[in-house]
């Protein structure tokens, strides 16, 4: 059974800075494509990043134009383990953040497994 577990949310004042963390297990990490959503309060869930699985060492990364230069994904494939930085945060990305996994073959909107979830707050 995969699973698929977030660290490192917490409450941060605009400007400030966040890493989290996923850590998978039950499946073959290096073979999916990994990404973070995440859903505000009293609005639906939205993409923000995704990372692709390695082609060699080289990986591609998309991001929502909200995030862009701001935001930055990686991966670890020898810890199993996808991280999201944040900086320059603002209140606009309040929101619980979900990491998730793609297998490969499935759509990127609809990810294979999800994450509990993990509540970034950024104070004004």
């Known amino acids: 059974q995969v699973q698929l577990v977030e660290s490192g949310g917490g409450v941060v004042q605009a400007g400030g800075s966040l890493r989290l963390s996923c850590a998978v297990s039950g499946g073959t990490f290096s073979s999916y494509a990994m990404g973070w959503f995440r859903q505000a309060p009293g609005k639906e869930r939205e993409f923000v990043v995704r990372i692709s699985r390695s082609s060699g060492n080289t990986y591609y990364a998309d991001y929502a134009d909200s995030v862009k230069g701001r935001f930055t994904i990686s991966r670890d494939n020898a810890k199993n383990t996808v991280y999201l930085q944040m900086t320059s945060l603002k209140p606009d990305d309040t929101a619980v953040y979900y990491c998730?996994?793609?297998?490969?073959?499935?759509?990127?909107?609809?990810?294979?497994?999800w994450g509990q979830g993990t509540q970034v707050t950024v104070s004004s």
């Open positions: 998730t996994a793609n297998e490969i073959g499935s759509t990127w909107l609809s990810p294979n497994y």
